[in-house]
């Protein structure tokens, strides 16, 4: 099984299978618009506009699972992500990231890269997956670790 196994829904509703993004390199984040970290929506936005053309896609999943920081509509989440950040990399609906309800791609993306205290549990909004070409999770990143610094690993990814 890889990412490529897995669909969700985007925010206007339109389903979407991970197959899409076949041969591109994958950063998935769950978000959250009322949250500390959400100005990270900028610098998530700045690489995929760097490297959108080298085959970087972003992928965000709003999660409402921490402190109520994404109660919004869909409809809400992308005015706000598009007024305030001009994020046009794909958003996709709110999902759960932890516990039973657990959207399937998070089960396997924190079951392939689990990580220090909480193990497997994802800790807060903004926490990023970076997925390989070939659809496999590559390397976690806390909710902390601003966009900018994953660069390093995006460039390697993608092989540039």
Known sequence: MNF??????????????????KGKTV???NTASK???T?????????YQKYKEKDLVIL?????QFANQEAGTSDEI?????????????????????????????KFLKSKLSRG????????????FVIDKN??????FSPTTKPEKMEKTILETLNI
């Not at 490529?4 to 993004?21: I, P, R, T």
């Not at 100005?39 to 690489?47: A, F, H, I, R, T």
């Open 117 to 128: 205290f909480f193990g497997s549990r994802i800790k807060w909004n903004f926490t990023k």
């Open 39 to 47: 100005p990270q929506y900028e610098g998530l936005e700045k690489l």
């Open 78 to 106: 992308q005015e706000f992500c598009q007024v305030n950040y001009g994020v046009s990399f794909p958003m996709f609906e709110k999902v759960d990231v932890n516990g039973k309800d657990a959207h399937p791609l998070f």
């Open 4 to 21: 490529y196994d897995f669909e969700a829904q985007k925010l206007n509703g339109n389903k979407v299978d991970m197959s899409e993004y």
């Open 135 to 140: 659809g496999n999770p590559v390397k976690r």
């Open 35 to 37: 949250c500390g970290l």
């Open 60 to 64: 965000g999943f709003p999660c409402n």
């Open 27 to 29: 950063v998935v984040v």
